[in-house]
């Protein structure tokens, strides 16, 4: 059973950078497809980036250029890196793994969520 723990987030003001992190447990992540969600105050949880097995990445625009993922498969870790960091930007963020990323949305691992606020 895979479980993902999150760590980083906080509070920053606009134009900041956090770094997000989230470490499996129980299965390697090699052979998962992973990515992060977000979800802002009164809206649905939405994907903004995720990375297949092979790394291939595909982003929102939203954060395409400012919040990048990637993962280290020795570390059983993956990352979000956020730069450029604006106040839309603030939500609960969430990492997920599954074992298709076309259908990420669907899957039963999740990270607890790192809530991340920018002020402006």
């Known amino acids: 059973q895979l479980h993902l723990v999150q760590s980083g987030g906080g509070s920053v003001q606009t134009g900041g950078s956090l770094r997000l992190s989230c470490t499996a447990s129980?299965?390697?992540?090699?052979?998962?497809?992973l990515g992060w969600f977000r979800q802002a105050p009164g809206k649905e949880r939405v994907g903004i980036n995720m990375?297949?097995?092979?790394?291939?990445?595909s982003d929102s625009e939203y954060v395409r250029g400012r919040l990048t993922i990637s993962r280290d498969n020795a570390k059983n870790t993956l990352y979000l890196q956020m730069d450029s960091l604006k106040p839309e930007d603030t939500a609960m963020y969430y990492c997920a793994a599954g074992r298709q990323c076309w259908n990420l949305e669907r899957t039963n691992y999740w990270g607890q969520g790192s809530q991340v606020t920018v002020s402006s």
């Open positions: 990375i297949s097995r092979e790394g291939g990445i």
């Open positions: 129980g299965s390697s992540i090699d052979s998962y497809c």
